[in-house]
């Protein structure tokens, strides 16, 4: 699985995603299609970027914006889009898109009607899906989820409507409506119940993990990632290497050490384009070979990266507290105490700073220390494995004499 080398995820060039299993009848039509590409997704990213404060040069974002614009006549899209970023509108472009979409939208408009005169439910539903996937393609946004719903209720057989629900994913997730996404996902998981090819299942898992990851669902999300690891096909939805990003980002809040060595550290997929993007190799290997200053490197220059992600940027700082409090935890387990200077050292930051971000921490009960501001010492607080299996004992002992004393009075009465 390889991608192009280019960074960040909006411009990536995208691996073309292998073939499907065998269409059913009803949908011999799509075998006819072209491959499906990230570019409807990748332009909700764009704009994205574009209104991102963290993002430096946006000029080369607004040609390629405008670019994919004009190539696909999103008319709606482009008027969105410039009340959106507050830019003014070209007037004459949108004249000349929403002319072309009048244009298309009768062509297909008649194709509708000509196999519904002379043709069968197949070739119906296919001209149904073709409007409906223009009106997507161009930012109809209700006009295209009420076609979608026309087209599946024509639909007979899982594999095509299984596909119908993965377009409609992408409508919901390029207008990040998290409900439409929560219902289309439980329908999707429905059919697949009852059948349905691994290709498509795996994929649904790409897209639900994304759903996770804009819910700030990690664990869930880490899950589903490395699940598809190995069969990553959902090019359509992000490249290869945002793939990578994701699982592996995740996966450093939700895996114990010998789950991270064995499923991310160690996979090979993974491996092979880690080094392609930015700080993510210095971010995992850092973290787990206690190189704590790498770390804390790494970790400020991923956070930019994630700010400008559609689905990250809301957890950006949650992710930068949590992925600390983890460092932290772990650099302790190793002391009884150490120096707040020695600490300070370790992760490359002041004793001053480092003093202030352990009082936070430990105020708020997230590490199990304490702070000797005479000695300048950090001091583990943290019962060891063997005391706080003692204290659990001697609870649970107390417990079950409780509970016999109590018997034995029912017994003697």
């Known amino acids: ?33 072209p491959p499906l590409t990230s570019d409807y997704l990748d332009c909700a990213q764009l704009r994205f970027s574009l209104g991102c404060a963290t993002v430096a040069d946006k000029a080369p974002l607004k040609a390629q914006l405008l670019k994919q614009i004009e190539e696909k006549e999103m008319a709606p899209f482009y008027r969105a889009t410039c009340e959106a970023l507050g830019w003014e509108a070209d007037a004459a472009l949108l004249a000349k898109l929403e002319a072309a979409n009048a244009t298309e939208l009768a062509r ?19 001209a149904m899906l073709a409007k409906a996937e223009f009106l ?8 295209a989820l009420a076609a979608l719903e026309e087209t599946y209720a024509k639909t007979v057989g899982l594999g095509p409507k299984l596909d119908l629900l993965l377009t409609k994913l992408r409508l919901a997730l390029f207008f990040d409506d998290k409900k439409l996404t929560a219902d289309t996902i439980d329908a999707a998981k429905g059919l697949l119940d009852q059948g349905g090819d691994w ?18 669902s990690f664990k869930k999300a880490a899950d589903l990632l490395l699940d598809s690891v190995a069969t ?5 939805l992000i490249s290869y290497n945002t793939f990578v990003l994701y699982t592996v980002t995740t996966s450093l809040l939700s895996l114990p050490r010998a789950d991270l060595k064995s499923k991310v550290i160690d996979a090979p997929e993974i491996l092979q384009v880690l080094g392609e993007i ?12 206690c190189r704590y200053r790498t770390l804390m490197e790494a970790l400020v220059g991923i956070v930019d990266s994630l700010y400008a992600d559609r689905y990250m940027h809301a957890h950006t700082r949650f992710y930068w507290r949590e992925l600390r409090v983890l460092a932290y935890n772990q650099f302790l387990e190793s002391y009884r105490s150490v120096s707040l200077a020695g600490m300070a050292t370790s992760f490359g930051v002041s004793a001053d700073f480092l003093d202030k971000e352990l009082s936070g921490f430990i105020a708020a009960e997230r590490l199990s220390c304490k702070i000797d501001k005479v000695n300048l010492v950090v001091s583990s607080t943290r019962p060891d494995k063997q005391s706080a299996q003692f204290h659990s004992a001697i609870k649970q002992g107390d417990l079950l004499l409780n509970r016999l004393q109590k018997l034995s009075r029912v017994i003697n009465v």
């Open 199 to 216: 290709e498509r299942r795996n994929r649904l898992k790409v897209y639900e993990a994304v759903f996770h990851i804009s819910t700030r």
């Open 232 to 236: 990553f096909t959902a090019t359509e």
């Open 136 to 143: 997507m393609r161009i930012g109809e946004r209700a006009k």
């Open 108 to 126: 297909l408009s008649d194709a509708i009607k000509t196999a519904e005169e002379s043709e069968g439910e197949s070739e119906i539903c296919s």
């Open 278 to 289: 930015p700080h993510l190799a210095n971010l995992l290997n850092g973290l787990y070979e």
């Open 1 to 33: 699985f390889r991608t192009s080398r280019r960074w960040p995820s909006a411009s990536l060039n995208l691996r073309s995603r292998p073939s499907s299993m065998p269409a059913e009848p009803a949908a011999a039509h799509a075998a006819e299609k």
